[in-house]
């Protein structure tokens, strides 16, 4: 993939993942041996699954925001402001993000590595 596609890919995964919370295309996005490893643990592909899953079924919906995206053959790093779907304009994010995706050769993503920062 070169980097727009790879872009272009990032940003379709953040809105069916993350956004729609459309658990049935992270196969679309994730290789089967995917890894994310965060501030809290290390998540495997069922994980990674149960993950979206209990982020669909949260009471307040989140909002995640791609601020900026920095792309590089088989890698890209987000930075991402995560916002609650009713929170009062202007407030403090819930959390920012800055996360490191890794493309097989196959170009799906096998390896996110996440930096969380809460307030």
């Not at 790879?6 to 049935?24: C, G, P, S, T, W």
């Not at 994730?30 to 490893?37: M, S, T």
């Not at 009471?59 to 995560?82: L, M, S, Y």
Request: glycine content about 2%; charged content about 25%.
């Amino acid at each position: 993939m070169n980097p727009q596609q790879q872009e272009k890919f990032i940003r379709d995964m953040y809105q069916d993942l993350f956004h729609d919370a459309n658990v049935e295309k992270i196969s679309t996005y994730c290789a089967p041996n995917f890894v994310e490893d965060n501030n809290y643990d290390v998540l495997d592909y069922d994980a990674f699954v149960a993950h979206v899953k209990d982020v669909a079924s949260r009471p307040v919906k989140a909002v995640f925001d791609i601020e900026f995206i920095v792309n590089i053959p088989g890698q890209v790093v987000i930075r991402t402001i995560v916002n609650a779907e009713d929170q009062i304009k202007g407030a403090p994010p819930i959390s920012l993000l800055i996360s490191y995706w890794q493309f097989n050769k196959d170009g799906l993503v096998d390896y996110c590595k996440e930096v969380e920062h809460s307030e």
